[in-house]
C-alpha cells in the first residue's frame, strides 16, 4: 500500500536547518569538535528543589490519575500570584487561566479555536515555527510581519494593508523575541491593543523568555499590562527557559475569559492535561524560585557579556542581543544566512542557526545561541577570531 501525506503536513514549508543538520553529521564523523551554538535548550539542569517536589508528588496515587483539563486549581492559583506579583495582572485562575503542555502546545492550538478557512493570521518573520504550521493546519493564511532591524525588531502594523487587517483573526507577538534578541516598547504594545481594536483581531503574545533579562531594575512587561491588553488578548508563558525546564512540558495561557475558553474547548478534545505532580513543581518553581531564576539570569549575563564584547571586538555586525540567551548577528557583505553558517561550521567547526530558517525575514542574519558553559563560548570566539583573520 503506498502512504499517503495529507495536503496539510505535505505542504509544510520544508525544514530549513536540515541541511544544517546533516552537514553538522558531516563534521562530527569526520571528527570534528563541533561546538553547537544552534539549538534554544538551556544546558543546565532544573533546580534541585523542582525536581524533589516532582520526586515527592509522584509517590501519591492520587497523582496517577488523569489530570484536570485546564489545570489544578491550586497551579492556576499560584500562576494567578506570580502574574499579580511579578508584572501586576490581575487575574481570575478558573476562567482567565490554563495550563499548557509547554506554551508550543497553546501557541499550536490557538487557530483551531479562532480561525476559518481562508482566514488571516499576522505572523512576524523571522517567527516560531508552530505560528505558521497552526495556521496552514486550520487552513488559514499566514500574512508574514518582516521585522528589520530600522524598526529594533518590531513589526510595522501601519503597512499591513486594509484588506488584510480586516481578514486578520490572530496577531502572534513575542517579545523578548526569538531569535532578534528584541525587546517591545510600551508604545509599541499600545499600537498593538489599538490596531486589534480597530479590527477586532486576537492578540496572541509569547511570552517564553520573560525571565532572561539582563537588568534587574528594568524588568521587561508583560503585553497584559497595556491598557486595554485584557480586552483583547491571551499571553503564552512557560516554564521551559524560565527554570531549565523544557522537557517537562509545562506552561499556561492567561487573559481574556472567552479566548481562554475557546483554548481550553480545544484542548478537551485533543489532550487530557498536565501530569499532577509536574503541575506541582511548576507551583514550587514560581513559588520559591526567585532566587533559582537570579542564578540562571546571572548565569546568562556573564555568559552574554563575554560574548557580545568578543563578537564585536573581532568585528562582528551584532544586530540585537537585549535579552533572551540568543545573539542576531547580520551576515558579512556578499553572504546569506545560509552561506555564512556553512561557512562557520566547514571552517570554525560552529553551529549556528541561519536566521532565514526562522521565515525570509530573518535572511541576512544568523543566531547564536548562548545555551554552552563560559569556557565553550571562548573556544568559539577563539576560532571566530581564526576564522575572520
Ligand atoms: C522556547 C520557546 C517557547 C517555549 O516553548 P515550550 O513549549 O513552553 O517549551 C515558546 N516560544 C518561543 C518563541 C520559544 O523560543
New binding site residues.
Partial sequence: MKIELANRIRNLPPYLFAEVDRLKGEQIKKGVDVIDLGV?DPDQPTPRFIIEELQKRSEDPANHQYPSYSGMNLFREAVARWMQKRFDVKLDPTSEIVSLI????G?SNIPYAFVNPGDVVLIPSPG?PPYTSGTLFCSGEPYSLPLKRENGFLPDLKAIPEEVAVRSKILHI?YQN?PTAAVATNEFFKQVVDFAKKYKIIVAS?A?YSEIYFDEKEKPKSFLETPGAMEVGIE?H?L??TFNM?GWRI?WACGHPEIIAGLGKVKTNVDSGVFHPIQYAGMIALEKGDEAMREIRQLYKTRHTLFVQGLKKIGFDVASAQATFYVWVAVPKGETSKTFAVKLLEKAGIVVTPGNGFGDGGEGYIRFSLTKEEARLKEALDRLKKFLG
Fill in positions: 534554544g509547554g506554551s508550543k502546545e501557541i516560531y513575542k526569538n509569547d517564553a503564552f512557560s521551559s527557559k523544557t506552561g
